[in-house]
């Protein structure tokens, strides 16, 4: 389909490992995010790509936690030395970039994982 | 700092009864909102979206929604619940422009009963 496309869908791994989560957005968004939704919690903000500019990491809550975007496309969201509190599932948006826009986002299904 | 709160979790109605969600924002611009549902196991969708031009926006299923400036509110409603509509639903402010990310709200899990 032409949506957003994330994988692993649900990732069970042992505490310690290192985990990459990946996603697939909408052709022609340049704007990706990368939100954690955990139970009771909310949608939190980790990090926001807009084309060539720097990423706004401001949500990423520890250095374990990093994401890159190649190509102006695909991200990858890494998550090293995972920590039980790191289960949640990870949702990536993508939008497009232009004025008025205001941010509306296309979610895709999101990334369960699950640190034992 | 761009905020929203929601008041309340949980909200359980009967089926063909009014659907009441509230959503306040905090901003210090004026805002663009958002009402997102999520439907069990599936992502995230946009209902609807107030950008500064009418204050009431009316989405998809027969939701809308008003933007209140002197309330800072964005209440989502619906004239009669239907049982498809049990999902969780999240109010979410960002600060409009070309793109900017939003903030969510914690959820409200909306659960219609015959």
């Known amino acids: 389909g032409a949506g957003v496309s994330q994988s692993p869908s649900n990732k069970v791994t042992e505490k310690g490992k290192d985990v990459e989560l990946r996603c697939d957005p909408i052709s022609g968004h340049t704007a990706l995010y990368w939100y954690r939704q955990s139970l009771g919690q909310g949608l939190e903000f980790l990090i926001y790509f807009q084309g060539n500019s720097a990423p706004d990491k401001s949500g990423l809550p520890s250095d374990r936690f990093s994401a890159e975007r190649t190509g102006g496309s695909v991200s990858t969201l890494t998550i090293q030395r995972t920590q039980q509190e790191d289960s949640a599932v990870y949702l990536c948006?993508?939008?497009?970039?232009?004025?008025?826009?205001?941010?509306?986002?296309?979610f895709g299904e999101g990334s369960r994982l699950t640190v034992l | 700092a761009q905020s929203v709160t929601q008041l309340g979790s949980h909200v359980s109605v009967s089926e063909g009864a009014l659907v009441l969600l509230r959503c306040n924002y905090s901003s210090s611009v004026p805002p663009y909102l958002f009402w997102y549902v999520q439907y069990p196991n599936q992502g995230l969708q946009l209902l609807l979206k107030y950008t500064s031009a009418a204050t009431l926006v009316k989405g998809i299923n027969g939701f809308e929604a008003e933007f209140k400036k002197s309330e800072t509110s964005f209440h989502l409603t619906k004239p009669s619940a239907h049982m498809s509509d049990a999902a969780e639903y999240f109010c979410?402010?960002?600060?409009?422009?070309?793109?900017?990310?939003?903030?969510f709200g914690t959820g409200t899990r909306l659960q219609v009963t015959l």
């Open positions: 979410a402010v960002s600060e409009g422009g070309t793109a900017s990310k939003l903030t």
């Open positions: 948006a993508s939008s497009l970039y232009r004025q008025g826009a205001g941010g509306e986002l296309f």
